[in-house]
């Protein structure tokens, strides 16, 4: 029998960063600009802090992240002047949205900094992941810096709960503050994102949705992920989409919208009262590898071109050896070219236990 202490991988050594595809390798579907699937490169996730004040049983569990976790030292960091940099190369690429996350992003010092760096880039949509603790406190400045919206992690509205998953004692009543003030900053609209898991926070699932009915805000309601190698996952702890759904449906009518854009990562739903929308993420149980437009850049200059990564690839390397724009421009179209990733469809109980590297440090 496979113990869960066998199946943790040191963090540090998913850190290690894979060779570039030669130069070789970029012909045709380059000029396409879509990688070995068909997929365009649209969306950058990046990672600005590994650090986070929570630690979340399903993302950061404590006994793994403790005092002694090695986390990024400040020089490892990419500076602001870097990450702009590698969002202006990227935005030449074809993204058009990026996503500043974590860690928590908001616990970066001057974070305003960097977003007025990238709000500078034309044609440019900018958002943020945060779970909120610090947005009260920072939602005017960041909107005046130039962020367009945020989303917001919040698992439960029963206080209870909420300390339990986030194991750091917080409490919801702060995270609502934290929603209303970006809400009123005009960080709009707001998006909230709540991690389902079987037997934890299912039953504050229709009291979500109950409460943010009407409000303006969009929960979105995610399946639990095998992402990284600490946090235990088995299926049985995923409430399918479909599950959520319909507990939400027998007391709200719901019915299907269509996507905004090819590539959305939630399934839309709304009201059928008109009182606002939900979106739902099935990572899990409707993989959507086929449209993901995704990459993501970890804190200290990684690329991955999928959630579920085991090695990214050395872009700090080159930044910090002297490349040229044109010559990191080339090594993305190299690396998207390559990208075959489509995890969540091939995932299987035995997938589930490969070596990943871990959210708290790729970004969500
Ligand atoms: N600290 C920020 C926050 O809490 O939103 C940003 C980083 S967090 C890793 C980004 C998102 O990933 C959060 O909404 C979190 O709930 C989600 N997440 C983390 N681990 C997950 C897992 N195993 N399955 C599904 N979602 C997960």
């Keep these: 029998m496979t113990t869960k202490t066998e199946r943790i991988i040191p963090i540090a050594d ?50 793994k992240f403790g005092a002694d976790y090695p986390f990024l030292a400040r020089r490892e960091l990419l500076s602001f002047e870097e990450i702009a940099r590698l969002a202006r190369v990227f935005r030449g690429r074809g993204v058009e949205k990026v996503r500043l996350t974590g860690g928590e992003p908001l616990l970066r010092k ?14 440019l949509d900018m958002t943020l992941t945060t779970n909120g603790a610090l947005l009260a406190r920072k939602a005017r400045a960041l ?5 367009q919206r945020v989303t917001v992690s919040l698992d439960s509205l029963d206080d209870a709960v909420f300390r339990a998953m986030n194991d750091a004692d917080f409490p919801v009543a702060e995270v609502l503050n934290g929603i209303e003030t970006a809400a009123a900053a005009g960080l709009t609209p707001v998006k909230i994102n ?36 600490t946090n235990g996952w088995c299926m049985d702890d995923v409430v399918p989409s479909a599950e959520l759904v319909r507990m939400i449906d027998a007391e709200m009518p719901l019915e299907l919208l269509d996507a905004n ?41 990684m690329l991955y071109t999928c959630l579920f990564a085991g090695q990214g690839y050395d872009l700090r390397g080159l930044l910090r050896g002297g490349s040229s724009d044109e010559e990191i421009d080339a ?34």
């Design 194 to 229: 709540m991690v389902v898991k079987r037997g934890v926070n299912e039953h504050s699932v229709v009291p979500m949705a109950r409460y943010f009915k009407g409000s303006g805000h969009i929960v979105r309601f995610i399946e639990y992920m095998d992402v990284g190698a």
């Design 14 to 63: 998913g850190r290690r960063s894979k060779a570039l595809p030669d130069a070789g390798s970029l012909h045709a579907a380059d000029r396409a600009g879509t990688d070995a699937l068909g997929r365009h490169l649209r969306d950058l996730r990046i990672s600005v802090t590994d650090r986070c004040n929570f630690r979340c049983v399903y993302c950061m569990p404590r006994d």
């Design 261 to 301: 854009y090819p590539g959305e990562v939630a399934a839309r739903w709304r009201y059928r009262d008109g009182s606002g929308e939900i979106g739902v993420i099935s990572s899990v149980t409707q993989a959507f590898c086929s449209n993901c437009t995704r990459a993501r850049l970890s804190t200290e200059g």
């Design 331 to 364: 090594a993305i179209a190299r690396i998207w070219h390559a990208r075959a990733d489509r995890y969540s469809e091939i995932r299987t109980v035995e997938t589930a236990k490969s070596r990943k590297i871990e959210m708290s440090y790729i970004g969500g």
């Design 110 to 123: 001057d974070l305003e900094r960097l977003i007025g760096m990238l709000a500078a880039i034309p044609g």
């Design 143 to 147: 909107k005046s810096a130039g962020l």
